[in-house]
């Protein structure tokens, strides 16, 4: 029952970003029902949408990927009566009967589901255990976003269900849980012979169901030829056409120069973020790292994460690996397997500590090994690009090329900040400012503001904040916003822009100094832009 197996797969993986899901080998007997948590909690935010719609499209997005011919039924507790009402913890009802058949009644059921009431779980895994045809194997797949409301026992039903003949195997997810509630649905996996997801933000469901993907189909009846191995590459390699997009510092870029030469020092948190070949999404099978003798200040342990979102943004953990102190002589890389492999377009790398506990590493190289592209496609045929709008250029009229001109400031370094030099400047302190002003009072459309970060240093700026004014450098400002810099370096362009929510009219530009990347009042700065059209 292969379809079944991948449908279990990919909406357990859907919020299992961390674990690794163990296949299932489904058999024609194979039953599963959906139990959906449709409590009045999961009207509740994550990142900006309602967590009962983020759980409806998910599963509406697996369904779909299913056959008719699927065993699958689907049961929603809390959906129909409210808390306040007297049979609330009975509130659990099997909208679609397992194995009906019918695809998309089953899917205008999941659009449909609405939130109200509490959240009686144990009564829903009582009901479930009427809801399977004799004879088959019983899954449940329960989401759920709270635990046990109505003074209920899931763990006491599960055992009274397998008294009378019924195992459910439950496999249970936790979506945006606390602590407290981890726990109860653990027990409810642990005492079913199941396995417990948990899925902390939407960012972390889209990453699942691609790991989902990556997992191998169950086996076939009748046996088939084994494709062979992929070849994998090294990715990140220049020669791959692998990038640096960001890092703590500079010598993160040795680390893909293919030398193996000792690089000093690396220290625990810093990292890297790199990329593959024009973009491309890439599934990534294995990390790899050389060790060419045993040495107190050999790496001990880092991390990997991965996003396809963005180099600063959506990252989830891969894994923690941890080299072994001792020259291996048939390959000096000693690497570790990504399982399952993970689709991404960003991998990130994060220092541990040394092989003696301390916080100073020598690394030399650092490899991810995998193929372009996602398993079983094929990339798409470049779309002509449609012909560019032109846009207007963007100038930094405060460069001294442009005139800009230092109008009014606390203290004399502000104006080392145009002078085109990018050298270190120190110190600035929270609320101390600066008002620039544009050749010969030049009036100006302000779209962007730009400082450069050139590596991670507690002494970065963390914030600052930009005022305007058309009348004169010391009346008449308007706050325009609060930027705040990532405190590392941006490989393609150190400069870290600002669009600001509107283009703004102006003829000086109010510069003011925040806290540095340690909630401290002195940071170092190196150069200020600001970007403008003019009149």
Not at 37 to 55: Q, T
Not at 108 to 118: H, L, M
Not at 465 to 488: A, L
Request: aromatic content about 8%; some cysteine; glycine content about 8%.
């Amino acid at each position: 029952m292969t379809h079944l197996y991948q449908l279990i797969g990919l909406l357990l993986a859907c919020c299992a970003a961390t674990f690794t899901f163990q296949p299932i080998a489904w058999s024609a007997a194979d039953q599963v029902q959906i139990i959906l948590d449709a409590s009045g909690s999961m009207k509740e935010s994550l990142g900006g949408k309602p967590k009962i719609e983020i759980a409806r499209e998910t599963l509406k997005e697996v369904i779909q990927q299913t056959p008719a011919t699927s065993q699958i039924g689907l049961r929603a507790f809390g959906h129909n009566l409210a808390h306040t009402d007297p049979k609330t913890c009975t509130d659990s009802e099997l909208l679609i009967p397992i194995g009906s058949g019918d695809r998309q009644a089953l899917l205008t059921k999941v659009g449909a589901i609405t939130v109200r009431g509490e959240t009686p779980i144990a009564y829903s895994l009582e009901k479930a255990g009427a809801d399977f045809g004799p004879d088959t194997k019983k899954t449940v797949v329960l989401l759920s976003d709270g635990k046990e409301t109505c003074n209920g026992d899931p763990v006491a039903v599960l055992a009274k269900l397998k008294q009378r003949g019924i195992e459910l195997k439950v496999h249970v997810i936790g979506f945006a849980v606390d602590a407290e509630t981890t726990k109860q649905l653990q027990a409810i996996a642990q005492a079913s012979g199941g396995n417990y997801f948990e899925a902390k933000d939407a960012a972390q469901l889209k990453l699942s169901v691609q790991k989902a993907v990556a997992v191998a189909p169950a086996p076939a009846p009748a046996p088939a030829q084994a494709e062979p191995e992929p070849e994998l590459v090294n990715l990140i390699a220049p020669a791959h056409g692998g990038q640096i997009q960001t890092a703590s510092h500079d010598k993160f870029a040795q680390l893909t120069d293919g030398k193996e030469n000792h690089v000093y020092w690396f220290y625990p948190e810093q990292e890297a973020v790199y990329s593959f070949k024009d973009g491309q999404m890439a599934t990534l099978h294995k990390v790899a790292m050389p060790i060419y003798a045993t040495r107190d200040d050999n790496i001990a342990s880092f991390d990997i994460y991965a996003s396809s979102t963005s180099p600063l943004e959506g990252f989830t953990k891969v894994g923690t690996y941890k080299p072994r102190n001792i020259k291996m002589f048939q390959s000096v890389f000693q690497e570790f397997a990504i399982n399952p492999p993970v689709q991404a377009k960003y991998v990130k790398l994060v220092i541990g500590l040394n092989a003696k506990g301390g916080k100073g590493s020598q690394l030399y190289e650092f490899r991810v090994l995998g193929k372009l592209g996602a398993p079983g496609t094929t990339a798409p045929a470049p779309t002509p690009a449609a012909p560019a709008q032109p846009t207007a250029e963007l100038i930094n009229l405060l460069a001294a090329d442009q005139g800009g001109q230092i109008i009014t400031a606390s203290h004399d370094k502000f104006a080392q900040l145009i002078d085109g030099k990018e050298s270190n400047v120190y110190w600035f302190y929270s609320a101390q400012e600066a008002v620039y002003g544009f050749n010969g009072g030049k009036k100006a459309m302000v779209h962007r503001v730009a400082v450069p970060i050139f590596a991670t240093r507690d002494d970065n700026m963390a914030s600052f904040d930009i005022f305007v004014s058309e009348d004169s450098p010391t009346d008449g400002f308007t706050k325009v916003g609060t930027f705040s810099p990532k405190n590392i370096k941006m490989f393609n362009q150190v400069y870290q822009e600002f669009a600001l929510p509107q283009p703004v009219k102006a003829k000086y530009v109010k510069f003011v100094v925040g806290p540095n990347a340690k909630g401290g009042k002195g940071s170092q700065l190196y150069e200020f832009r600001v970007l403008v059209t003019l009149e």
